[in-house]
Structures are given as C-alpha cells and as structure tokens.
C-alpha cells in the first residue's frame, strides 16, 4: 500500500504542465496565417514550435498546427474564414494583412499578432496595455505608436554603409488604409534630417515587380542611390528584389534579416526568432484559459543587424569597421 501510494504521488509530481493545459484526449488546432509561401517561413514556424515543445505542448496529442499560405491579399480573407470553419482554438497571423483578415473574420476566436508595425493605427487594438476583444500579439517596433522610429534608424544605417546615397526608393508592401498616409509623413519628416529624399512605392503583389515597380525603377536608376524594402510581399520577394538591386549596381536596405541573406547590403530590424518564441507564450498562456483582452501586446527588445559583405564587394563598397562592429552577423 506505502508502494502504491509513492508511486502515485511520484507520478503526480512528475507530470507534465502540459497536462494542467486541458483535459486529456483533447487537441486543440492552431492556425496559422501567412502572406507568402511555405518555404519562406520553414525557420520562424520551426522556432515557434520549438516554443511550444518547449512549454510542454506535443504536436499531435494536445495541439495540431494548421497551415493557411496566401499567395496574395485577395486570399486572405477567404482563408482566415476557413480557418474559423475548421474551426480552430486560435489563430496565428505574421504581419498587419494577416491580422487585420483574421480580425474580419472572427471577434470570439482568440487571436496572436507576429511582427506588426503600430497596431494602434491599424484599428487592431485600442491599446498595447489593454488589447481588449479576442487579438492580442507583439508588435515590430519599439514605439508606442509604430511612428518613424525603426524606418529612421534602418535609413540612418543605410547612409552610415553608403554615405554618398541621397535618393532612395522606398519598397513598401504593407496594407493600405488610413495609416499609410500618416507613415508616408513620418518618413519624410526624418529623411531631411538624413539628407535623404524618398520615392514610395506601395505594393500588394509579387507581380507588381516585374510588372511596374522594376520597370519605372530603371527607367529612372540615375535618380536612385539605393532600395529600402520592407513589408510581407517584399519577405516573399527578397531574393528577386536583391538580385534587381544588384543588377542596377544599387545598395538595399532591408527590414529584416532575410533580406541580407538574400543578398541584400544590409538588415535592421525586430529579432524574429525571439518575436516567435514570444508567440509561443502567448499561445501557451490563451490555450491555458487566460484571455487576449488580459495580455498586453508587446514591443521588440531585441533587434538585429546583418551586413552581406558579399555584397558589398559586388557592389564595389568598404563598409566601415565601425558599422561592422556593431553588426549581429557579417554574411561574408
């Protein structure tokens, strides 16, 4: 009988927290919703589930991930309903078109924001702190109201590599919408500061690259120093949109750390390894009863920069050692 009982509070003790998570035999289905292609995001969903793993959770016997990969804005909605039909316990939505498409389609199922630029301004939350409704997540930058902070250091950064750049073509691929005027504004106020004037060019798919943004680029090349790209379709277009600046002889400031992977002069911008991992928490917790409304959205602390001196060779620069000291990663 004192056996029995050792063997029971011993089993008690070491039980899995998982388990504390939800009654046994239940799983529950986490969707995913992407702007992109699946292979695009292999790392960051391998480091969101290693989160998860890490957490407790088992793939299969408590929790299943269902993938939704929108290869354009016009898909995401229909896939956002999808996923509601299934239905799933939660949805995962990587940049503001995701979320705002998931927003539309559900206000009871919780949902977990990746990577999105002044939610505020997005209509996505009315408050980091207070988040209310079902939507909660982690934003991109570190100002309260998105503002032109990141965009200014990212620009700071691509004229402390290339000092001669002057005019640079900005490659945004973010939703359109009330915000997009006030974030124009915002750049423009920085970029005197930095010497800098800015062409904007504002896509929604892939296609419009080869289709008029690279055409009106070239044929406008001598009154262009360099490229900035940032948003969810140029993630998707990194490798075409640097092999395009390459070929124009042009340096291109990215957003995030795919870009100079793909070739790409450079990168700045949130860690996306840790804005995932972040995720994972926040889906451990809403699984676990608590709701979105109760956890405020969180801003990056870790940032990141990488230098491709690959391409700065190709491109006939010497990037100082000064920047290069500060870099995370030198791609050489």
Not at 240 to 269: C, I, K, N, T
Request: hydrophobic share 45%; aromatic share 6%.
């Amino acid at each position: 009988m004192i056996g029995l009982l050792f063997t029971l509070t011993l089993g008690l003790l070491v039980a899995p927290f998982a388990a504390e998570a939800q009654p046994a035999g239940k799983v529950s289905r986490i969707g995913l919703l992407m702007l992109g292609s699946s292979s695009g995001f292999l790392s960051r969903i391998e480091v969101f589930r290693q989160g998860l793993r890490d957490l407790g959770w088992v793939e299969g016997q408590q929790i299943a991930l269902e993938y939704r990969y929108a290869e354009n804005l016009d898909r995401l909605p229909d896939l956002a309903a999808k996923l509601v039909r299934l239905p799933v316990a939660l949805i995962l939505a990587w940049g503001a078109a995701n979320a705002l498409a998931a927003k539309q389609a559900t206000t009871t199922i919780p949902i977990v924001f990746v990577g999105v630029a002044n939610p505020i301004g997005r209509g996505l939350v009315p408050s980091l702190a207070r988040p209310g409704g079902n939507i909660t997540g982690i934003a991109s930058e570190g100002h309260p109201e998105g503002g032109p902070g990141l965009t200014a250091k990212q620009l700071e950064l691509l004229k402390e590599a290339v000092p001669t750049v002057s005019r640079v073509a900005m490659l945004l691929g973010q939703v359109g919408g009330p915000t997009s005027g006030a974030g124009e504004q915002a750049r423009e106020r920085a970029a005197p500061v930095l010497g800098l004037t800015l062409r904007h060019f504002y896509v929604q798919r892939s296609e419009e690259f080869t289709g008029w943004i690279f055409p009106a680029i070239t044929a406008d090349a001598p009154a262009i120093d360099a490229l900035y790209a940032r948003g969810g379709v140029t993630f998707e277009s990194r490798r075409q949109l640097a092999d395009f600046a390459l070929q124009l002889r042009l340096p291109m400031m990215g957003s995030v750390r795919e870009h100079a992977e793909a070739g790409s002069l450079l990168s700045y911008g949130a860690s996306q390894a840790a804005m995932w991992r972040r995720a994972a928490h926040y889906v451990d917790k809403i699984l676990k009863g608590t709701t979105p409304a109760d956890l405020p959205v969180e801003q990056p602390t870790q940032f990141e920069l990488v230098i491709n001196l690959k391409t700065a060779q190709a491109l006939g620069l010497t990037i100082s050692p000064t920047l290069l000291f500060q870099a995370d990663e030198v791609i050489r």
